[in-house]
Every structure is written in C-alpha cells, then in structure tokens.
C-alpha cells in the first residue's frame, strides 16, 4: 500500500475515532441535561438545574461555540461579542435554533425560562 494511501486511511480512522468519541460526550451530556425535567416557561431555574445547564452550556454549546466559548464552528458567545444582542433574541435562538446554519433547536430539551437562563448566562446577566 503506498504511503500516502496509508496515511490517509490512519488520518480518517483517527478523525473518525475523534468524531465518534465527541459524539459520545455529547450523547452523555445531553443525557445528563434530559436526566432533569424541563420546568415550565415561567419557573424560575432551581439550582441543581442551573449546574446541568452550565455543563450543558460548556459541553455541548462548547463544542461548537468552544470551550471557552470564544468562537469556533459557531460564532464567539462571550459577553463582548453579544453586547448588541438582546437577551430575547438569544432565547429564540436557543429555542429555535438558526436555519441554514449549524445551530440546532433546543426547544424539546429546554423550556422557555431555561433558554432565558442560558441566554442571560452568556450575557453575564446572571447572579
């Protein structure tokens, strides 16, 4: 087998080892996150369910946005780069996800003051 074939074949068994192993860290976030039901639109976030959203916040919306959520496939989340953008508009997003583009919807995870929560969180506006 020529070098370079091999070489290809190790570097896409490699990426899709990595694929896979980002797959299932995801699948067990998102297991933890699912573990809590969502509460209703106009209950406040518990604290025990604050702690599964932040891990949800930096595994999953991390995967995309990065760990630090500085930007990555999806645009930065840090405060500084959300400053023109309204806490309402976030929730959306979150909840609806943004057509044409990577983001995916929430809404079958998280309730409407879940996604507030998430959204004022990556605004900074939490206590």
Same mark, same amino acid.
């Given at each position: 087998?020529?070098?370079?074939?091999?070489?290809? =074949? $190790?570097?896409?068994? =490699?990426?899709?080892?990595?694929?896979?192993?980002?797959?299932?860290?995801?699948?067990?976030?998102?297991?933890?996150?699912?573990?809590?039901? &969502? +509460?209703?639109?106009?209950? %406040?976030?518990?604290? *025990?369910?604050?702690?599964?959203?932040?891990?949800?916040?930096? *595994? !999953?919306?991390?995967?995309?946005?990065?760990?630090?959520?500085?930007?990555?496939?999806? &645009?930065?989340?840090? %405060?500084?780069?959300? +400053? !023109?953008?309204?806490?309402?508009? =976030?929730?959306?997003?979150?909840? #609806?996800?943004?057509?044409?583009?990577?983001? &995916?919807?929430?809404?079958?995870?998280?309730? $409407?003051?879940?996604?507030?929560?998430?959204?004022?969180?990556?605004? +900074? *506006? #939490?206590?």
């Amino acid at each position: 087998m020529p070098k370079v074939l091999r070489r290809f =074949l $190790e570097w896409m068994l =490699l990426g899709g080892l990595s694929l896979a192993v980002l797959a299932l860290a995801s699948l067990a976030s998102l297991t933890a996150v699912a573990a809590l039901p &969502p +509460g209703s639109a106009s209950e %406040p976030v518990s604290a *025990q369910r604050a702690l599964a959203l932040r891990h949800l916040l930096i *595994q !999953d919306c991390g995967s995309c946005h990065g760990l630090r959520l500085a930007g990555g496939l999806g &645009p930065s989340l840090q %405060p500084r780069s959300l +400053g !023109d953008k309204p806490v309402e508009f =976030l929730t959306y997003t979150i909840l #609806n996800g943004r057509p044409g583009t990577a983001m &995916p919807p929430w809404a079958a995870l998280l309730s $409407e003051s879940e996604a507030l929560w998430l959204a004022r969180e990556i605004k +900074g *506006q #939490n206590p």
